[in-house]
């Protein structure tokens, strides 16, 4: 018995349980917006909204899940990549004609 503890705390020490259960608990929480949404009436903003809060949670999900989208993730994030805006000399010329 003390060893099914051990193993347990192992795996929670290494983040896999952690991140099963919220990849769960995520999917279940898009569920429940999804279902909402589809059964309220009236605002159709705040319904399409609940909605599509429900379809980002179920991607975050999916992705959880997925060890190689989780990689991928995590490399996006170590690189933090940067977007920069670029001015184009030859569309600032087209302009002023």
Do not use: W
Not at 49 to 67: F, K, R, S
Not at 70 to 96: C, N, T, W, Y
Request: hydrophobic share 45%; charged share 25%; proline share 2%.
């Amino acid at each position: 018995m003390d060893s099914d503890i051990a193993q347990a705390h192992d795996a929670a020490l290494t983040g896999e349980a952690c991140m099963g259960e919220g990849a769960t608990f995520i999917r279940r929480e898009g569920v429940k917006q999804e279902c909402i949404a589809l059964q309220m009436e009236g605002d159709d903003e705040a319904r399409l909204l609940l909605y599509a809060q429900g379809l980002v949670n179920q991607a975050m999900a999916d992705i959880l899940e997925d060890p190689v989208q989780m990689q991928r993730l995590i490399e996006i994030v170590r690189f933090k990549p940067k977007l920069r805006l670029v001015h184009s000399a030859a569309l600032g010329s087209d302009a002023d004609t």
